[in-house]
């Protein structure tokens, strides 16, 4: 062992290598400290019985680790799997105009909280405001960091120490193990169960109603659907009964949908307007699901319950940077026009026509000579928004026996990246999460892969 060790190169003779003294993309500093975790840990291996690797093997692990740095960090990748809202790919991308006042606002400096009129300090919040009650009906709007943190600020804000009712129906999972009651549970509040999980009833809310109860929590149960012997209190009752104890009623919408989806063949999904116009205080969305725009939190409802909101402590840990507010800006204005479907990508991919995404899929699979066909299939709208609910695509499909998975892993170590399906041994590619300018890039990786490894 000893010898091993002693057969370690030094830092200086690994750092004075030509291929470690001139490695692109990092440091030299960089380099040294890489070589040191490199040396460190190749003697904790030797102590553990392992042999010296080779100087040489050694130079090449250093090169990986700095090459490894140098790139890593998200990148772009092209979403053929027909999942609009790919909460794994991002959820949404934005629209131009929101990604270029995103450029702006993050290069240059802004009248983020600065009143150009008078010269005094501005809110952030008064850049959206406006087009927050605009577009939802409701007295004001504001916007922090993401949804959840949204309804964690508004209950910590108004029911810490107190309680809140919400039907056991919709204690959903939102994702990544997160759950909506360990959420709220994280402001103070003492969340009541009511109901079962397939069926509430208005008396159970009202049962529950104690002098500690602030509010009634409606939650949207955005990412399942509950079929047969259920029954749900409509949001209009549950505000009659808040408004006859003068409680409060909240409703978390997940989405933030804005038009009517039943338009595009998609299923019913609750609109912020109807939310607000039913009555509700206050009512919370997100901003990158099929709002269309940055991550972010929504917030719309009453003034009086927003201004106690906005001054409480949390507010400032969970507050939206000034680049996605730019972004959010930008997304809203879309509504104001009325250009929403052909300006945001979300919903120019829900109101493509499906004969687009054939004539697009068949010019790919005609490149493809035979090893690909055109099949019915499709599209979910995916980031936890309308389950049950799909549009008619047309795929592209590759029949490729054993070999599905090993094409699409060389699809996702294409440089851009491309995901796509993978079903009972077939490569299926939906153009619908696709924006038509990549089509072309998708083509030619697809024949690459095909190419590789079929024939
Ligand atoms: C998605 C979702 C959330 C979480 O939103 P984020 O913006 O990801 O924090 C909360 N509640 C519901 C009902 C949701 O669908």
């Known amino acids: 062992m000893t010898s091993s060790l002693r ?54 692990e250093i090169q990986a680790q ?98 809140v009712i919400i039907s056991r129906g919709e204690l959903v999972e939102i994702g990544g193990g997160f759950r909506i009651p360990d959420i709220i549970k994280q402001s103070r509040a003492k969340l009541v169960e009511v109901g079962t999980t397939n069926r509430t009833y208005l008396s159970d809310y009202e049962q529950a109603i104690t002098p500690k109860t602030v509010a009634l929590l409606k939650v949207h149960s955005s990412n399942f659907d509950m079929v047969g012997f259920t029954h749900e209190v409509s949001l209009n009752d549950m505000v009659h009964l808040s408004q006859q104890h003068s409680l409060l009623t909240f409703h978390d919408l997940g989405s933030g949908c804005l038009l009517d989806t039943t338009k595009f063949g998609l299923a019913y999904e609750p609109l912020v307007q109807e939310s607000i116009s039913s009555g509700v205080d206050l009512a919370f969305f997100s901003g990158d699901k099929l709002l269309g725009g940055p991550q972010a939190g929504i917030i719309v409802g009453r003034k009086s319950l927003m201004d106690r909101i906005a001054k409480y402590p949390l507010a400032r840990s969970v507050r939206i940077d000034k680049i996605r507010l730019a972004g959010l800006a930008a997304t809203l204005q879309h509504y104001i026009k ?118």
């Open 66 to 163: 700095a090459q490894y740095l140098g790139r890593v960090g998200p990148a772009p990748v092209l979403n053929a799997t027909g999942i609009i809202l790919h909460t794994n790919l991002g959820r949404t991308p934005v629209s131009r105009e929101a990604a270029s006042a995103m450029l702006l606002a993050a290069t240059e400096a802004t009248n983020l909280e600065f009143e150009l009129d008078t010269g005094h300090r501005g809110s952030r919040q008064f850049h959206i405001q406006p087009l927050l009650c605009q577009i939802s009906g409701a007295e004001t709007g504001m916007a922090v960091n993401n949804n959840a943190s949204g309804v964690l600020l508004a209950l910590a804000a108004l029911a810490r120490g107190k309680e």
């Open 7 to 60: 057969s370690l190169p030094s830092i200086d003779k690994l750092t004075s290598d030509p291929r470690i003294s001139t490695l692109p993309g990092v440091s030299h500093s960089t380099t040294v400290s890489l070589a040191q975790q490199c040396l460190e840990k190749i003697r904790a291996d030797i102590s553990k019985g392992q042999d010296c690797p080779t100087f040489d093997d050694i130079v090449s």
């Open 338 to 455: 009325g250009e929403v479907t052909d300006r945001i990508p979300v919903w120019q991919m829900i109101a493509t026509p499906v004969k687009d995404i054939e004539r697009r899929a068949s010019r790919i699979a005609e490149s493809l000579k035979g090893s690909a066909e055109i099949m019915d299939g499709e599209s979910m709208v995916g980031g936890g928004s309308l389950p049950m609910s799909t549009l008619p695509t047309k795929l592209i499909a590759i029949p490729a026996k054993g070999k599905a998975a090993k094409i699409a892993q060389e699809l996702r170590e294409h440089y851009p990246p491309v995901v796509v399906r993978v079903n009972k041994g077939m490569v299926l590619l939906d153009l619908r999460s696709i924006a038509p300018a990549n089509d072309d890039t998708i083509g030619k990786a697809v024949i690459q892969a095909v190419a590789k490894h079929i024939k």
